[in-house]
Structure formats: structure tokens, C-alpha cells
């Protein structure tokens, strides 16, 4: 069985009112930079740091299909 290495998750503020959908192969590092690198002003803007929801997943397509699928 293979190790997942790749993460689908969401992210939300403090109040529950914005989510933001991702794909990262690291879910730590890139909630880090989520809430500190300046690229990133949507998630910063909205204090978007509350990790609720995680799939993980053996690749990088299955991921990006999931996401996908939830943006929908």
C-alpha cells in the first residue's frame, strides 16, 4: 500500500465564513504560508488558517480531481 502524498483540504477563519480549497503534498508548510507569505492575500485577508477537512491521496491527479469536484 502506498503512502498518501498528497492532501486535498480546506480552510476556514475563525467564524466559518469563507472557505478556501487546496491541493499541497505538505498540509503544515503550506498553511504556513498561507498565513504568512504576502502572495497569498486571500487566505491572509480573510484569516483563512482553520484547517477543517483533509483527503488524502497516492497522487497528484487524484487530488487535483477531488478539488475539482468540491470547487464544483
Do not use: W
Not at 20 to 45: A, C, M, Q, W
Amino acid at each position: 500500500m502506498r503512502a498518501a502524498n498528497y492532501f486535498v483540504y480546506i480552510l476556514t477563519n475563525q467564524r466559518h465564513t469563507v472557505l478556501y480549497i487546496g491541493v499541497s503534498n505538505d498540509l503544515e508548510r503550506r498553511r504556513t504560508e498561507h498565513t504568512k507569505s504576502p502572495l497569498y492575500h486571500f487566505t491572509r485577508r480573510c484569516n483563512a488558517n482553520k484547517l477543517i477537512y483533509a483527503e488524502a491521496f497516492p497522487d497528484r491527479a487524484g487530488a487535483i480531481d477531488r478539488e475539482k469536484q468540491l470547487k464544483k
